[in-house]
């Protein structure tokens, strides 16, 4: 993708627009995300309009749009205090694996939520994290912010090493309003992340954890004697990969992810793994409604 290319283009946003950020959980004094308070509504501050769907409230059209242009247009509305999203997006040096397509793959895919939340206006709050948070962006009132997000998202680059102990502490001392917390990541942190991942459960706050690899984080290709460097600390390994040992390796992967997927479903949040291999598209319509993420 060129430098100064949108991370997603126009017609990709439009087929966005009917999306919606799920969650389950009740915050107390909170409306938002699939909640029929986020709807217009009398007396409520007017913010935003988006495309007419079928099945949408005919009383929140915009006739007026519609006599001048000859095209449906829903007016949408601000509806106070909102369910906060906030999104972390790792930038350890890992993700800058397999020249950076890793990376690429998870700014996009962030983009693409972000502008769920902007189009039902909802509060999106986007952070880089490694061993501290970083890059920290807000955006809300609709689809129209929505280039600044992906000129944030485009703004962040990969290195250092994953800390989800002193991020999650971090992020954790500076909010104290419980809300919907979206993770994109490999999970690769020589630590481990399932004790910091439950402090944010335990803390209230609901997750959705979309843990992001390529095909060569699963199945890597290579067979015979390898010298292999750690992306973060540089450690080195030498070993001797065969059949067998390539079989073993992709088990543990998945074990690996399917306990992710399990410590999500226990504090009630969701949980996808996405492949980069996988189109975009795909994982939206497809991995994240299946899951729930997205509705």
């Known amino acids: 993708m060129a430098a100064d290319a949108p991370l997603l283009d126009r017609q990709f946003l439009e087929k966005l627009e009917r999306l919606t950020i799920h969650w389950q959980k009740s915050f107390a004094g909170l409306v938002g995300g ?45 509806v106070e205090p909102r369910v906060p999203v906030r999104m972390l997006v790792d930038v350890s040096a890992s993700m800058a694996a397999h020249d950076g397509s890793k990376f690429e793959y998870t700014r996009r895919l962030a983009a693409a939520l972000c502008y769920v939340g902007l189009v039902r206006l909802d509060s999106m709050e986007v952070h880089a994290f490694a ?21 944030s998202l485009s703004a962040m680059t990969a290195g250092g090493r994953t800390n989800y102990l002193a991020v999650v502490r971090e992020f954790i001392s500076n909010y104290s309003q419980r809300g919907v917390v979206i993770i994109l990541s490999d999970f690769l942190d020589d630590s481990g992340c399932d004790r910091a991942l439950g402090y944010l459960a335990d803390f ?38 065969d059949e067998a040992a390539r079989e073993r390796y992709t088990r543990a992967f998945d074990e690996y992810a399917m306990e992710l997927q399990r410590l999500a479903l226990r504090s009630g949040g969701r949980y996808a793994g996405v492949a980069t291999s996988q189109p975009l598209e795909t994982v939206i319509f497809g991995d994240l409604i299946r899951m729930r993420g997205i509705a």
């Open 34 to 78: 699939h909640n029929s308070s986020r709807f217009a509504g009398a007396g409520q501050e007017f913010l935003d309009h988006r495309n007419f769907h079928h099945g949408d409230d005919l009383r929140a059209v915009n006739w007026r749009a519609y006599l001048r242009l000859e095209k449906l247009f829903l007016k949408m509305f601000q």
């Open 131 to 151: 061993d501290r948070l970083s890059n920290r962006f807000i955006s809300t009132g609709g689809r129209h912010r929505i280039s600044g997000v992906m000129e």
């Open 204 to 241: 209230g706050h609901e997750l959705m954890l979309l843990q992001v690899w390529a095909d060569e984080d699963r199945e890597p290709p290579w067979l015979g004697e390898l010298d292999l460097r750690d992306a973060e600390t540089g450690g080195a390994l030498k070993l001797d990969f």
